[in-house]
């Protein structure tokens, strides 16, 4: 049950992470070529990669946040079950913040695209090119979660061995 609850609570972040990325990330300027149909105005433009790079911001932020928040709540209290959550419910996270990000404007520019004429620009919708990013917020948590234990480890065996000393 702890396993879950903390994959839910954890996925659930995705939704105002992919929110965000909709928001903050830049669209590609296309152009309608025929029905349907649309070619990039400027093949090299950033807005590819400055898209990507949001979503991986947004992603290293959710995994940080989620990591740390969900040692503080609940791995302190339900240990590894609680942790095996957090870092799968990052995973979904990423999902969810790809699905909902890439959802931003998609109607509308599908829907701009066939009734536009021919010469039409518009702004396409988000995709993600790198999809390495979606490892982003899972690594964060995880690493997150482990140097938080291993911080309240050693200072544990530090407070043993001074109580041990007699100091």
Known sequence: MVFLAAAAATA?????AGLAWGALAPRVLVQVVGHGTAEVVNVETSAFI???????????????????????????????AAAA????????????????????GHAAFQHQ?????????????????????????PLLTALTITVIEAVHRSRSARSARAKVSGG
């Open 85 to 104: 959550g957090l870092i799968t419910g990052a995973l979904a996270a990423s999902a969810v913040e790809l699905w909902i990000g890439g959802l931003d």
């Open 113 to 137: 695209l066939a009734v536009g004429a021919a010469g039409t620009f518009l702004h396409a919708s988000l995709a993600l090119g790198a999809k390495s990013a979606l490892t982003f917020w």
């Open 50 to 80: 400055v898209a990507d790079v949001w979503f991986g911001l947004i992603a290293v932020i959710g995994g940080l946040l989620t990591g740390a928040l969900g040692y503080l709540i609940a791995i302190r209290r339900w240990g590894a």
């Open 12 to 16: 659930v972040c995705g939704i105002p």
